[in-house]
């Protein structure tokens, strides 16, 4: 199985600040990695797919990066809504496994 | 608008079973792939099942640790996706998410939670 570790797992941050959240993959994903949100209430919502691709509706705040291996997700500057967790998720080969999740918290 | 509602879950025994069920609206759920996902305590998401649809002869795909514990199927007739789980461990405590194939559209989770 394909294990994915995300970092940090805890990330304090302004509002208007810009975060990164790294997602590392014990073998290559040729870009079959995506990035969810989920929300306080516990909903879970899309942001990105494959690498870099917004889901429809995800602000252009958003935004993914990577190959191979590494890959990230910056926020450009933040806002309210965005305190949450995130993570990543790989779709390169079964079984699709998640990152333990990064808590972007409000400094 | 696209909704996935899961209904089904509760307080269960250990060793005891319980069907999720998933019901979908909004999209073509016939040519649709489905996933069943779940979220520990500790928030971990831990993908279980997927069902192809029936021009793939609804292939189906397990997380090897519920391989023959649960079972995923589904109704084109009535926009559902369900989750046999049979046997059931503490460890299967857990928020139980429906999702689309491609993981583009996820259900509101429904709670299990198994314990004596």
């Known amino acids: 199985d394909i294990q994915m570790t995300q970092s940090p797992s805890s990330l304090p941050a302004s509002l208007g600040e810009r975060v990164t959240i790294s997602c590392r993959a014990s073998q290559g994903l040729s870009n079959n990695l995506n990035w969810y949100q989920q929300r306080p209430d516990g909903t879970i919502k899309p942001l990105i797919y494959?690498?870099?691709n917004l889901q429809s509706g995800v602000p252009s705040r958003f935004s993914g990066s990577g190959s191979g291996t590494d890959y990230s997700l910056t926020i450009s500057s933040l806002e309210p809504e965005d305190f949450a967790m995130y993570y990543c998720q790989q779709d390169a080969s079964f079984p699709w496994t998640f990152g333990g999740g990064t808590k972007l918290e409000l400094k | 608008e696209v909704q996935l509602v899961e209904t089904g879950g509760g307080l269960v025994q250990p060793g005891n079973s319980l069907k999720l069920s998933c019901a979908t609206s909004g999209f073509t759920f016939s040519t649709a792939w489905m996933n069943w996902i779940r979220q520990t305590p500790g928030k971990r998401l831990e993908w279980l099942a997927q069902?192809?649809?029936?021009?793939?002869?609804?292939?189906?795909s397990y997380l090897e640790s519920v391989k023959g514990r649960f079972t995923i199927s589904r109704d084109d007739s009535k926009s559902s996706v369900y989750l046999q789980m049979n046997n059931l461990k503490e460890e299967d405590t857990a928020i139980y998410y429906c999702?689309?194939?491609?993981?583009?559209?996820w259900g509101q989770g429904v709670m299990v939670t198994v314990s004596s």
């Open positions: 999702t689309t194939g491609s993981f583009d559209y």
């Open positions: 494959y690498t870099s």
């Open positions: 069902i192809e649809d029936k021009s793939n002869n609804y292939f189906i």
